[in-house]
């Protein structure tokens, strides 16, 4: 009696130190030849019957498992955080200081083409929506900040963002001209005479001047957002998990900073 329930701990230990299933044949080594395995591993698993870890025939081998009925028991949920890329945090400052606005418009200011993960980021985590259709030619969707964006962020209206000189002052913006700026980085071979960087500064001005006919704008239902889109990347769009598309977003941005070192 005492010598076959010291075989049964020997194998109920092995069985429980094992990385990955075990074979009869795996196991017989550790007892003698005469010793019926399989009978010893069929009292084992009666032993373990209702238990939370329960024995288990795996093909050909055996394991220990958790048993089946306590699975919903037995997930936990993790908050991953995640880093927003260089193109998503960009976009969400354009919307946030320029809303409404179209994705051309969020293109054109900065100078790149956008990818659809960008936005897919930023409306998985709440911080954008549609805001409506403007009333020109083709009836563009506009984009802007939600509620959950002023909460994230600790603000009670959009306008309470820092403006330019508050970022200035807070080094997170460089004090001198754009124009010397990008040039002192390498970024522009030379920098333009006055003339010409007035007449670019009064056509950016008046790309986004708002006119009540230009900026008149159909609000959009929430259920309309895939459509939405769709309509601005010609596909159906699919919201990402959150684990796999961190990935995406980064292969994204590297191809829209490769692209935008390209045009200098």
């Known amino acids: 009696m005492t010598e076959s329930y010291d075989h049964l701990r020997l194998l109920e230990a092995l069985l429980f130190a094992a990385k990955d299933p075990m074979t ?32 288990q025939r795996v093909g050909e081998a055996w394991a220990f498992r958790t048993a089946q009925d306590l699975a919903p028991h037995m997930r936990i949920e993790q908050t991953v955080m995640r880093k927003l890329s260089r193109a998503a945090v960009e976009t969400l400052a354009i919307i946030a200081y320029h809303q409404p606005l179209t994705r051309t418009e969020i293109e054109e200011i900065r100078g790149v083409a956008m990818s659809k993960g960008t936005l897919d980021v930023l409306l998985e985590a709440g ?35 820092p403006g330019i000189e508050e970022l200035k002052a807070a080094g997170l913006l460089d004090k001198r001209p754009a124009l010397t700026a990008l040039t002192s980085r390498g970024m522009l071979t030379a920098v333009m005479d006055a003339d010409d960087a007035e007449d670019m500064g009064e056509r950016s001005r008046s790309r986004f001047e708002d006119t009540d006919d230009e900026f008149e704008e159909d609000e959009l239902d929430e259920s309309e957002v895939d459509i939405a889109l769709a309509e601005d990347f010609g596909a159906d769009i699919q919201t990402p998990d959150i684990g796999d598309d961190v990935d995406q977003e980064d292969d994204a ?8 070192e390209s045009s200098y």
């Open 24 to 55: 009869v044949k795996q196991l017989q080594r550790h007892f003698p030849d005469d010793l019926d395995l399989e009978t010893a591993l069929v009292d084992l698993k009666a032993r373990y019957a209702n238990r939370g870890v329960v024995l």
């Open 127 to 161: 911080w954008i929506r549609p805001r409506g259709r403007r009333r020109t030619p083709g009836r563009p969707v506009t984009w802007g900040t939600t509620q959950s964006f002023l909460d994230t962020f600790g603000l009670e209206a959009i306008d309470e963002l």
């Open 253 to 260: 941005s590297d191809n829209e900073d490769e692209e935008r």
